[in-house]
């Protein structure tokens, strides 16, 4: 089942390089036929799963078994010995170079043309790169020579062998080839040369006629299912589902970055539409307006909920999937980004028993979040949350989450008067957005409730304008308003790959760091690395503005003073800009000075 001799040499490389220790050797040894039995019966039937078919090529190796005990590392106590520190060790003793796959850095038609999904899967190998000089493959299994003759014989070109590790050969080839095989038997499905429907370039050309590829059929609901679990093991935000005029698009939002990840035939886009339309219980056959659903699955044990809106396009119908992961949603404070002086005045802010607190920003920039990581924190038996929202953004059974419905009229404004009766004691508010909402809301928290909802403005001070021109009465304001918080989000620093950088000159002028002439201000940045997909960041942290109302300020929202004099009165206190968050950020090697330049502005006083 597993080569012994092969099984004896890297297990005599890793006891040799201190990894393992004699006692560890044998154990593999001893035990290694009954565990790679048990390997085998567990692999085979979860590759039955992803790739849909009965029988499957499937081998275990000796680098799998070995990592299979889940060893602690001889020479690293409290580190496991896995698969890749075997693979990269195996690698280096065979001087093959050792390689990560990135799928967002592979060539999808090299990929799925260079082999066979098949004879890829049997053989554990991924073409990487396609030159007039060589075809460099990814192999599990360096040692077998004659494979590599075949196919130099076969492509009639050298090849170069890189070594990757199995698990990222097999998840490339499910992943490709599993989706491969599903669009082309859709497309098969689906060969006919009816028009477009959809496309309204093409409304001139239409003829008698109907066909269809039904979101049933099973090549769908499993491309479906692989685009799931692709976003899903991409932390994606977002998937896109574009229409063009040849073709349809798959691209995928990483860390606030959108990325192209599949082109499909124009023929299955629509049916792939009507799939992710379906389980968000949307009216397939409407495409003429704009829809919004929901669907919730599962994806390593947690459940992830999905928002799916859809719009008309001139090529077609767009669909946009927006991904909602309760890990981050119902985080920690302490997780957002918050530094602990700002941490402790927010935290002071939600302790309130009544009032009206308010983040702020862009859209994208975190608010949601935010307010479900705050109701998360304020949540117990003993206090009543009522929601109001539109759409829902993630169901929480510890909140009573109300949807907006403004065709029966029921809205943030009149929702608000009836909710009061509900006997809460914090409201969240979706957002403020016309002026009924705006002096409910007052009122919500005039009468002993903390409201907290979310207003469209570039930073604190300008929210009091904002809910003034809303209508609200300086002087009810100045009375409710606890505080105001105002955010942006930036890509992290990887930690697999930051390094210590120091800023150029005219980055530090860029940022007006004073006091900085003729000094080195240190900094991290990432140079990429397969963590982080090459990009040098890997997650997201909040910058944020956070603006307590003070009784001076109190005053001035009183008096309507310009936003100006508010935020001036702000920074005496010791409120921090966004900007200087940011270099704040920057300083403790969180972020670098692009993604903070990105994001904010330089106005620290108007």
Known sequence: MVDTERLTWILDQLTDAGMLHDGQRQDVLNRGRDQARHILLDKRAAMRRMLGRHRVAYR????????SFRFIRHDQPGVRLDEETITEMVAEVLSVP?????????DYKLVTNAFGGPFAERHLIVAVEDTPEALTIAMADPWDKELVESISRVKNKPIKVVVASKSEILGIIVEFHGFRRSMQAAEDDF?????????????YELEEG??????????????????????????????HLEPKRNEGWVRMRID??????????????????????????MDIAERRRPQDGRFKTSFKDEQIEL????????FGEKVVARVFDPAAQLADLEGLGFFPPELAQYKSMLAQNSGLLLVVGPTGSGKTTTLYTSLHHIQSPRVNIVTLEDPIEMVHEHLNQIAMQPKIGL???????????????????????????????VQAALTGHLVISTIHTIDAASAIGRMLDLGVLPFLLSSVLVGVVAQRLVRKNCLHCAVDDVLQDDEVLALRIKGTRGKRLKVRRGVGCVKCRYTGYKGRTGLYEVMPVTPRIGSLVHQQSPSAEIKREALNDGMLTLREYGIKKIAFGETTFDEVMAVTDDRSVY
């Open 191 to 203: 060969a006919s040369d009816f028009p477009d429907l959809g496309n309204l370039e093409q409304l």
């Open 98 to 106: 050792f390689v990560h796959l990135d799928p967002l850095r592979l």
């Open 210 to 239: 109907s066909g269809s590829l039904d979101a049933n059929d099973k090549p769908i609901v499993r491309a479906v299912w692989y685009l799931l679990n692709y976003a899903f093991e991409q932390r994606a935000s977002d998937i």
């Open 256 to 281: 606030g970055v959108l990325h192209q990840i599949h082109r499909l035939p124009k023929v299955v886009l629509p049916a792939m539409i009507s799939r992710f339309k379906m389980l968000a219980r």
């Open 307 to 314: 928002r799916v809106s859809t719009i008309p396009t001139v």
């Open 60 to 67: 275990v190796t000796a680098i799998e078994l070995i990592d």
């Open 411 to 441: 809205t943030f404004g009149s929702a608000l008067r009836n909710v009061l009766r509900q006997d809460p004691d914090v409201v969240m508010v979706g957002e403020i957005r016309d002026e009924e909402t705006a002096q409910n809301a």
